[in-house]
């Protein structure tokens, strides 16, 4: 069973405009969020991340929204820009201090058209 | 300023073969995690350790067996391949003074088991 889950694969944006990522997971015991992105033939990067006790978390064009009631959260990447083409994967952590681990999506490759 | 490096970047071992994936950082990171990701899913966590000589068991250890002898290096050994190892493993690594430090990813080794 997947605790985190991307439904799409991938998304197409014009460049310039909204990119809007969706992320859903199940379990109630997550406590923090994370948005990395990831180009090919390279590791995982950390993008920014949110706190289940906050709403929304702002890093220049990034913006997380968390909705607990709803148990999702989106990435906004406003505007889009082409460096932003890349898999994009939402990770959720459970459990305290060395006993914890992250909870992985499947990931959405987002392609920004020119 | 290198991070995480790990070699091999590829390798194609057979069924039954063994070899051992390199991870090391110079972060001074006192966390370090081994993951898999499979096409189409997100990363599962295979062992970590949250310093010299102290190792755990992830979400999908078996066939699998780490160390952790310094805090620079974690290696990642498989003893007796099978195809159902044929991934992309990344190695990782964290700053231990809170939970929510994000983590720092090298480039990964992709693995077919043939």
């Known amino acids: 069973d997947q605790q985190v889950k991307q439904n799409s694969p991938s998304l197409s944006v014009q460049e310039g405009r909204i990119s809007i990522l969706n992320c859903d997971y199940t379990?109630?015991?997550?406590?923090?969020f994370l948005w990395y992105k990831k180009y090919p033939a390279e590791g995982p990067t950390f993008l920014i991340s949110?706190?289940?006790i906050k709403d929304k978390n702002e890093d220049g064009r990034f913006t997380v929204f968390l909705n607990k009631s709803a148990k999702h959260l989106s990435l906004h990447i406003v505007p889009s820009q082409p460096g932003d083409s890349a898999v994009y994967f939402c990770?959720?952590?459970?459990?305290?201090?060395?006993?914890?681990?992250?909870?992985w999506g499947a990931g959405t490759k987002l392609i920004i058209k020119p | 300023n290198a991070g995480v490096t790990q070699t091999p970047k590829f390798r194609i071992l057979k069924i039954g073969q063994s070899m051992t994936l390199q991870c090391t950082q110079d972060?001074?990171?006192?966390?370090m995690y081994w993951y898999r990701q499979d096409p189409g899913m997100g990363l599962k966590l295979i062992y970590y350790?949250?310093?010299?000589?102290?190792?755990d068991k992830g979400e999908v250890p078996n066939g699998y067996n780490v160390s952790r002898s310094t805090t620079e290096d974690f290696p990642l050994r498989l003893e007796l391949a099978a195809p159902s190892q044929t991934s992309v493993y990344f190695c990782?690594?964290?700053?231990?003074?809170?939970?929510?430090?994000?983590?720092?990813f090298g480039d990964g080794t992709r693995l077919s088991i043939l």
């Open positions: 379990n109630s015991m997550f406590d923090y």
């Open positions: 990770a959720a952590k459970i459990g305290r201090d060395s006993n914890y681990q992250l909870i």
């Open positions: 949110i706190s289940s």
């Open positions: 350790s949250v310093g010299a000589g102290i190792t």
């Open positions: 972060m001074n990171h006192n966390y």
């Open positions: 990782a690594s964290s700053a231990r003074d809170r939970s929510n430090q994000p983590q720092h």
